[in-house]
């Protein structure tokens, strides 16, 4: 938590292709990492999270990635649809806290 | 089941009128959380309800916001007077509370927002 980083802030890549998002935190104690979709008109609806004890996960067509060591993880989208064109934000937790911080969000479009 | 929903969905005021936003989160959800997104910018933390308790309102900016949760169900969160700065969309968030850990990560449902424009 406390401070993180994202980017691209907007991404274009072509449906089929694949799409990556980075954050970086500051916080070497936080053990919680969520990534939320943001799709017009709504609010961020968690979408996949990564606990500090393993270092990758997978559901379906999104992977997320973890470097506790250099303290960044990242949002992996393969095989892009249209509907997956959204903003997507990464977040961490405060320490000692419920809150989270959230990276300034990744505007995807998949052009068909 | 229904979601977290948050009222109105946009507001339209002048500076230095009030406004007041109001949240229901899932029922049965003891935490509720206010958060804002200034455009462009990230989403900040405002504040947290345990029940109707402030566990933590550090990311309030200034004593012009005003949250309630009054018998731990829907909450308001009220600005006033309103600023220009005070534009961006706010969003509420709630999660069940587990018990047993110190600090536990739950899923935040969030809200679809309420937009504020200050003019």
């Known amino acids: 938590g406390e401070n993180v980083e994202q980017h691209p802030s907007t991404l274009s890549v072509q449906e089929g292709d694949s799409a990556v998002i980075k954050c970086t935190y500051s916080?070497?104690?936080?053990?919680?990492f969520p990534w939320y979709k943001q799709e017009l008109g709504k609010g961020p609806q968690l979408i996949i999270d990564i606990r500090s004890n393993v270092g990758e996960k997978k559901d379906q067509r999104i992977a997320v990635t973890l470097n506790k060591t250099a303290k960044h993880f990242s949002l992996h989208i393969t095989e892009t649809q249209p509907e997956d064109s959204a903003v997507y934000f990464c977040?961490?937790?405060?320490?000692?806290?419920?809150?989270?911080?959230f990276g300034t969000g990744t505007r995807l479009t998949v052009i068909p | 089941e229904a979601g977290v929903t948050q009222f109105p969905s946009h507001s339209v005021i002048e500076k230095g009128q009030t406004v007041t936003l109001r949240c229901d989160p899932i029922s049965g959800h003891d935490n509720l959380y206010w958060y804002r997104r200034v455009m462009g910018k990230e989403i900040k933390f405002l504040l947290h309800f345990v029940k109707e308790s402030k566990q933590d309102e550090s990311g309030m900016p200034n004593n012009r916001f005003l949250a309630e949760r009054t018998g731990g169900t829907y909450s308001t969160l009220k600005v006033q007077p309103a600023e220009l700065e005070d534009s961006g969309v706010y969003f509420c968030?709630?999660?069940?509370?587990?018990?047993?850990?110190?600090?536990?990560?739950?899923?935040?449902?969030f809200g679809p927002g309420t937009r504020l424009t200050v003019l």
């Open positions: 916080d070497s104690a936080s053990n919680y």
């Open positions: 968030a709630s999660s069940s509370r587990r018990t047993g850990l110190r600090v536990s990560y739950n899923e935040q449902f």
């Open positions: 977040a961490a937790p405060r320490t000692g806290a419920n809150n989270l911080f």
